[in-house]
């Protein structure tokens, strides 16, 4: 797989690992500790998601285009003599 595609099922992953974490918040059977680690962890794969959107959003943008220089703008030049 590219580099596209690998970072789309990783981010296809980590939402669907928090649709799943979500869930499982919402066990009355959880304990407190156990609830406590969930959130964490939910913590840490939202960021890791934001960094895959970012990621994306990068690609995606344009290369910024270099304008060319203006007619009127003054060449450096330099004379060289032997």
Excluded: Y
Aim: hydrophobic fraction near 35%; aromatic fraction near 4%.
């Amino acid at each position: 797989m590219n580099q596209p595609e690998v970072l789309d099922s990783d981010i296809r992953a980590l939402q669907q690992w928090l649709r799943d974490a979500w869930q499982q918040l919402g066990d009355p059977a959880l304990t407190t500790f156990a609830r406590r680690e969930l959130r964490n962890q939910m913590k840490q794969c939202s960021a890791d998601l934001r960094a895959c959107l970012q990621r994306v959003a990068d690609e995606q943008q344009p290369e910024p285009v270099r304008s060319p220089a203006s007619p009127h703008s003054r060449l450096e030049l330099r004379i060289l003599s032997w």
